[in-house]
């Protein structure tokens, strides 16, 4: 709680806003293009998900006795800091394509814990699930995403390492 308490302040303090500033709090935007990441949730919600997926596997594989509420701290610890870093000045430029008149400005506070929700929901399946199950959903909502929206886990990395052009 803490941990999400200190995102929302570094994101108010960078001047994102709390929700999308011409419509009320909604799961969706109808536009998904024009308000990406202004929202509680976006298609970029389901790498979320893989993000959560991953980070119980990895700690799951570094810390195999360590309780599931401990690794489940860790988890959401890790998420807030990819939330803080992902809406620098710096990080939001490598994530934008300048060309593009809806371009990425960076999350909302509610798009922000939106995320750290969407995290927790693949650590809490993959806990549940397992390593084979888990990788499996992981490998098929990365599908979905680069299929619905054109990017993803991937197409992303690629992009930032100057290997996929923008």
């Known amino acids: 709680m803490l941990t999400n308490g200190l995102v ?5 303090a960078i001047g994102r806003p709390f929700i999308a500033p011409t419509e009320p709090l909604k799961l969706f ?14 298609p970029y919600s389901l790498l979320h998900v893989i993000f959560g997926i991953g980070l119980f596997l990895y700690l799951d594989w570094m810390k195999p006795f360590w309780p599931t509420r401990e690794k489940l701290i860790v988890a959401v610890l890790g ?15 490598l994530f934008n394509d300048t060309s593009d008149t809806a371009a990425y400005n960076g ?29 499996f959903v992981a490998f098929a909502l990365e599908s979905i995403v680069t299929v619905w929206i ?13 290997l996929y052009p923008i």
Do not use: H, K, M
Not at 83 to 93: D, H, I, K, Q
Not at 157 to 162: E, H, I
């Open 8 to 12: 929302v302040l570094y994101l108010w």
């Open 150 to 162: 054109g990017d993803g886990i991937v197409i992303g990395t690629l992009r930032l390492l100057g």
């Open 107 to 135: 999350d909302s506070v509610a798009n922000s814990i939106g995320d750290t929700i969407s995290a927790v929901i693949g650590f809490l399946f993959a806990n549940r699930t397992g390593r084979r199950v888990s990788l």
């Open 29 to 42: 935007s109808d536009n998904l293009a024009a308000a990406n990441s202004l929202y509680l949730s976006d």
């Open 79 to 93: 998420s807030a800091i990819w939330e803080v870093v992902e809406n620098t000045p710096y990080v939001v430029g």
